[in-house]
């Protein structure tokens, strides 16, 4: 098989092409037409099946290493598709701190069409043995969680849910194919929102699916057909362009990261750093065994008495906006942006404090985003004129 990169740019002929274009044309005809009435036809309807979404599935498929991609409207379409191939009373271990979206389609979705769901730190992997049941059928998570990026082995997962004869489905979309492949770690599913890194630059919404197996993908494909959440041609194209890029806009959003971690281990006004590749921890044992990177997202909680709010107001460069995974860097208070819906509580207990800010690193250079983070804490400083003055050895870095 060719390289990763190599399979990046060039996807999977699917032979479409009749004018020699490099590209996978936009196909946007809803309908084909039929040589005679009993002709086989390849194409016959665009929502179940477009030339153009069809090259973007079987790049992801190829990438991910499975049987079967499938291209949803969004990242949440994509997920519905995957747990509407359940039965009611069907149960379902899920991630404590897999996205909001996914688990409020859970809670106020799915538990009304009567799946059942347990909530387990999927890290424990104990827990997560307990926490199956008869009619279990499967365990949900993301490998690295949002905002704190706390990490949990696939492979650990995979091997239980095999014992257990459950299917194992991953969220990869902070990952991407370029630094895990869930399916060769035993997982059976995965899905993306390629709104983020895959698409890399804010301007589409989509979901991916992949599956291991052709028996699975049959049963995504009766949902994607059924319900009709599919991607548009035009958005098919933009997420297709974006993935020839990924591997090299990672690893310049990952050689940021690790270039603003250094700056920020040394501010006095940080207190935490939340990262994989920071040493010394479990969930860094795990991410070394089962990434190829440490990913562009880094999360950090201020101290105390340093204005998280007018910290990020006064950020310059680097946008506040809740998204991730594309080429400007964006920052964010996940406290009251992104995981504003869920209750005070239930952040706090989580860990998401109003101190945590979440950077989604971008590919500018890093000197001009250590810049601007710099003058936002000395404007901070200025303001309160009180940073605390803590020495680094007092610091807690996760
Ligand atoms: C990890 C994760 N999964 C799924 C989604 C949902 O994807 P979309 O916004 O493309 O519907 C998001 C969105 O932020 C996400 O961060």
């Known amino acids: 098989m060719t390289g990763f990169n190599t399979r990046l740019i060039h996807g999977k002929n699917i032979n ?33 099946g477009n030339p153009t979404r069809e090259f973007l599935e079987k790049q992801i498929a190829l990438l991910e290493n499975g049987a079967q991609g499938f291209a949803f409207a969004s990242g949440m379409a994509a997920i519905h598709a995957v747990f509407a191939i359940f039965k009611p009373g ?6 404590d701190q897999i996205y909001g979206g996914t688990y409020r389609l859970i809670e106020q979705y799915f538990a009304v069409q009567r799946l059942q769901f347990t909530t387990v730190d999927t890290r424990d992997i104990t827990a997560v043995e307990h926490a199956i049941t008869p009619v279990n059928k499967a365990i949900y998570f993301e490998p690295v969680t949002n905002p704190l990026l706390h990490v949990t082995s696939v ?19 902070f990952l991407t194919p370029y630094l895990q492949r869930p399916l060769d770690l035993g997982a059976d599913m995965v899905v993306h929102s390629a709104t983020k890194y895959l698409g890399g630059h804010s301007d589409v919404i989509a979901g991916l699916v992949v599956t291991k197996t052709k028996a699975l993908g049959q049963r995504v494909y009766f949902i994607q057909n059924a319900l009709g959440g599919v991607l548009s041609p035009e958005s098919a194209n933009l997420v297709r362009r974006g993935m020839q890029t990924l591997s090299i806009r990672m690893d310049r ?10 700056f920020l281990t040394k501010r006095t006004e940080v207190a935490v750093i939340h990262y994989p590749g920071v040493h ?52 964010e208070l996940p406290f009251e942006m992104s995981h504003a819906e869920l209750p005070v509580a239930k952040r706090i207990q989580a860990g998401i404090t109003p101190q945590l800010v979440r950077l989604s690193v971008g590919i500018e250079d890093a000197a001009d985003l250590i810049a601007d983070l710099a003058q936002s804490f ?21």
Do not use: C
């Not at 959003?253 to 250094?262: E, M, S």
């Open 155 to 173: 492979k650990q997962i995979a091997q239980i849910a095999k014992q257990h004869q459950i299917l194992t489905i991953v969220d990869n979309t």
């Open 16 to 48: 479409d092409n009749q004018t020699g274009a490099v590209n996978m044309p936009i196909y946007n005809s809803s309908t084909y037409q039929y040589p005679t009435i009993d002709g086989n036809v390849r194409w016959d309807y665009a929502r179940s």
């Open 280 to 331: 010394g921890t479990t969930d860094n044992q795990i991410a070394a065994a089962e990434f190829d990177g440490f990913g562009g997202v880094l999360s950090f909680e201020l101290q105390k008495n340093v204005d998280a709010t007018k910290f990020l107001n006064q950020l310059r460069l680097i946008k506040l906006a809740v998204s991730l995974g594309a080429v400007e860097s964006l920052a």
């Open 253 to 262: 959003q990952q050689a940021n990261a690790v270039k603003l971690i250094d």
């Open 90 to 95: 069907d149960h379902i271990i899920i991630g």
């Open 378 to 398: 000395d404007f901070v400083a200025a303001s309160q004129n009180s940073t605390p003055r803590l020495r680094s050895s007092e610091r807690q870095i996760i």
